[in-house]
């Protein structure tokens, strides 16, 4: 079965432009998650959809972020426009029933983004 | 609001030798639920465990044991006879209360293991 992927691994843009992420989640995992990890620091809840609905967005930065999860399958996340302190590493994980305590969330291998 | 701390920022150690990674929460939940992910170099979170808050037995798996402390509020990961491919980020973090889809992680532990 394959795990969570996300593309691309790497992207390097300029302060201004336009980035937009993917993540494929596990097959049949309702539950869509995207986390942020800043430079040294801790790994940061975003958003939280449940199928195409977003459950909780409680942690987007601001409104340059927007998420979107068409169809309940992939998720794109796209900086518009983007900042520096935007840079940083960003996971997307899924799970089956993000609704039980015992759920696992499952995370892809991040997109690392540099903005210059 | 919830907090995980992970204090060690980097642990060198040598092949074989024992090594625990500290990881202390903060939370108003009274369910809620502590789980130990795994980075290594190509970059993915692994998940090791995860123990809710009503279990505090002691958890072995192969070299790698958890000691959950609820009086301390303590989460620990130990690895016993330490292996170069043991090398990686280890992140502690909780979930709980309304939102058991929000996980809060620590900083994470960079763990170096040399032959």
């Given at each position: 079965?394959?795990?969570?992927?996300?593309f691309?691994?790497?992207?390097v843009?300029?302060?201004?432009?336009?980035?937009?992420?993917?993540?494929?989640?596990?097959?049949?995992?309702d539950?869509?998650?995207?986390?942020?990890?800043?430079?040294?620091?801790?790994?940061?809840?975003?958003?939280?959809?449940?199928?195409?609905?977003?459950?909780?967005?409680?942690?987007?930065p601001?409104?340059?972020?927007l998420?979107?999860?068409?169809?309940?399958?992939?998720?794109?996340?796209?900086?518009?426009?983007?900042?520096?302190e935007?840079?940083?590493?960003?996971?997307?994980?899924?799970?089956?029933?993000?609704?039980l305590?015992?759920?696992?969330?499952?995370?892809?291998?991040?997109?690392?983004?540099?903005?210059? | 609001?919830?907090?995980?701390?992970?204090?060690?920022?980097?642990?060198?150690?040598?092949?074989?030798?024992?090594?625990?990674?500290?990881?202390?929460?903060?939370?108003?939940?009274?369910?809620?639920?502590?789980?130990?992910?795994?980075?290594?170099?190509?970059?993915?979170?692994?998940?090791?465990?995860?123990?809710?808050?009503?279990?505090?037995?002691?958890?072995?798996?192969?070299?790698?044991?958890?000691?959950?402390?609820?009086?301390?509020?303590?989460?620990?990961?130990?690895?016993?006879?330490?292996q170069?491919?043991?090398?990686?980020?280890?992140?502690?973090?909780?979930?709980?209360?309304?939102?058991?889809?929000?996980?809060?992680?620590?900083?994470?532990?960079?763990?170096?293991?040399?032959?």
């Open positions: 079965e394959a795990g969570v992927t996300q691309p691994s790497h992207s843009i300029e302060k201004g432009q336009t980035v937009t992420l993917r993540c494929d989640p596990i097959s049949g995992h539950n869509l998650y995207w986390y942020r990890r800043v430079m040294g620091k801790e790994i940061k809840f975003l958003l939280h959809f449940v199928k195409e609905s977003k459950q909780d967005e409680s942690g987007m601001n409104n340059r972020f998420a979107e999860r068409t169809g309940g399958t992939y998720s794109t996340l796209k900086v518009q426009p983007a900042e520096l935007d840079s940083g590493v960003y996971f997307c994980a899924s799970s089956q029933d993000g609704t305590p015992t759920d696992t969330q499952y995370f892809g291998p991040g997109t690392r983004l540099t903005v210059l | 609001a919830q907090k995980v701390t992970q204090a060690q920022t980097e642990i060198s150690v040598v092949e074989k030798e024992d090594v625990t990674l500290d990881c202390v929460y903060e939370t108003r939940d009274t369910t809620y639920y502590l789980f130990w992910y795994k980075q290594p170099p190509s970059g993915e979170l692994v998940f090791l465990i995860r123990r809710n808050s009503f279990d505090e037995q002691n958890e072995i798996s192969g070299r790698y044991s958890w000691n959950f402390q609820k009086s301390t509020s303590s989460f620990n990961f130990t690895i016993t006879a330490s170069v491919v043991d090398s990686a980020v280890y992140f502690c973090a909780l979930s709980g209360g309304t939102s058991y889809g929000k996980l809060t992680f620590g900083q994470g532990t960079i763990l170096t293991v040399h032959p």
